[in-house]
């Protein structure tokens, strides 16, 4: 993630051209239901919802007819229960190859959203590499540590002309340990996430050294292309959201003129969903944490044509994006954006969900000798707040060392097993039932000093985490 004493990051972008599509054949995955015969059936690839589908409401937030607590996918519609949202993690390890390692990297992040790959192009690779060439000898002539800039002077012995417009073209960094941490920065941030996500981006340059990445996309886009379906980030029902916009981008969005911003604050991970060759207007928003309905106070929310200078000037390209307050943070839970829009001259709604921290860890060892009880039950510091652990076929028990009243979560992968989740005050008497979800079992006002008990259904094994939360 980029750090404000790390990296330093910029972005020029073009608007692209407009074109008139027909919306459901185009968006209706989850703009609305689309009738008609005829319609595009999807294969389930990973990210590409049902082209057709209800209205969006609550309790059924993707339309598809199955009820979020029993969806595999609940923000994907997906009404025959692929596994559109089944993301494989973690990334591709790096090779050392710069060129193979970005592609890849890029690749993995664009597949799991049901875009196109891109491939490395050598001409555009070869003006990065020429402008971080020139980025790395203006610092040296000028004793600054590092110089990251889209220009170049070329009154300099060392700049060129197709550095220079390399420069403009690309999304640039400095401060990653390699390629794929850049790529990964990039993401995290939301002006140069933009570029990298557009449906029509096939070729793409790349360079790498001392610290310093470029990424040309623009002359490898096609910006006639049209979104196939919503682009929404953070990855729909995905459980490996990074709860925080490191900041140190620029444009800023958390500053009030992105244009013009001596400091760039971090703040919580920024939602964006991509409309690409749709016109966009009308748009409020919201983001909420779905276990507490508690609202992320947001800074503002921009869109493609909004009316601030920066939304005129294209920066936002085909995207409508919720900016959280500076200074904000996501808990280790569930979240949903919520984007009202008018899109093409008919409202609509998009709602989906995702989970912030990394997934569940399926490779915990597991205690093979000892059967847990009430009596041997482990003691949790509640300062602790997560613990990862592993069903082997025992259940565990957990006992809380504090005073107080608490929350308790337990996440696990549905996909290795069906876990469960009960908790007992401190004479061992069991308290409510807890709410259910896909992945997910929660209990409100567990007391302190009580037990918990995760086991496996019908001997179901697997990793889980549980946190824990004073109330």
Known sequence: MLGPSSN????HATTPPRLAVALCSLLGAALGACGGEGSPVPAGDLGIPDAEHGPVIDGDIDGDGVPDAMDNCPSLANRDQRALC???FPPPEPTGVVSEDAVARLNFWRDLLGLAPVTEDPALSRGCQLHLDYLQMYAADHGAPYHLAHEEDASLP?????GAQAGIDSVLSYGQSDVGGAVDGWIDTLYHRLPLFHPGLRRVGVAFEDRYACMLYRQGTDGSVVAPHPILWPLADALYTNPQFGGAESPCPTADDPLDAADCPASAAIPSIGLHGHRIAGVTSAFTRVDTGEAVPIF????DGGPSPHEQMGYLDG???IVPEPMSTLAPTQYEARIDATIDG??????????VGGGVRQDVACD???????DFARSIDVTAASIQARICGEPMFYRLRDDGTYRVTLEFDPRVGELELHAYDGSQVELGVPTVEAGVRRLEGVPGRGFIEVRGRDGAVGGHRLLIERL
């Open 300 to 303: 503002r929310t921009y869109f």
């Open 158 to 162: 060392y700049a060129s002309a197709e």
């Open 368 to 374: 093979v000798f000892r059967r847990m009880n009430f």
């Open 346 to 355: 008919e409202a609509r709604t998009f709602r989906w969900r995702f989970r």
């Open 8 to 11: 330093r990051v910029t972005v």
């Open 86 to 88: 089944d993301y494989p």
């Open 319 to 321: 995207h409508v994006a």
